[in-house]
Nanobody, 115 residues
């Protein structure tokens, strides 16, 4: 079964940057890495950034202007560049993919923004 592997999380000071990456374990026809979500303690999982159709994207209002989602089709990866990080960005970040009506989630990577 195809798996998603996230990397790039860690501890960063407020104002700092991190880049997350998500890779699929294999290529499958119709399998699409859609984007990034996050879940903070005591909160529901929420959208951070995703590709909608083609190269169109949408972002959570809280990250607009700070985060950039991108993808490398040759490597079958999707990345999330996070700049000007704030303590409220602290969460476990998950990569999401889909094939047909089935969603796939990565195991998550912790991002902690703290001084």
């Amino acid at each position: 079964q195809v798996q998603l592997v996230e990397s790039g999380g860690g501890l960063v000071q407020p104002g700092g940057s991190l880049k997350l990456s998500c890779a699929a374990s294999e290529r499958l026809f119709g399998f699409t890495i859609r984007g990034w979500y996050r879940q903070a303690p005591g909160h529901e999982r929420e959208l951070v950034a995703r590709f909608t159709s083609g190269e169109n994207t949408n972002y959570a209002d809280s990250v607009k202007g700070r985060f950039i989602i991108s993808r490398d089709n040759a490597k079958n990866t999707v990345s999330l560049q996070m700049n000007s990080l704030k303590p409220e960005d602290t969460a476990v970040y998950y990569c999401k993919a889909e094939i047909g009506e089935t969603d796939y989630w990565g195991q998550g990577t912790q991002v902690t923004v703290s001084s």
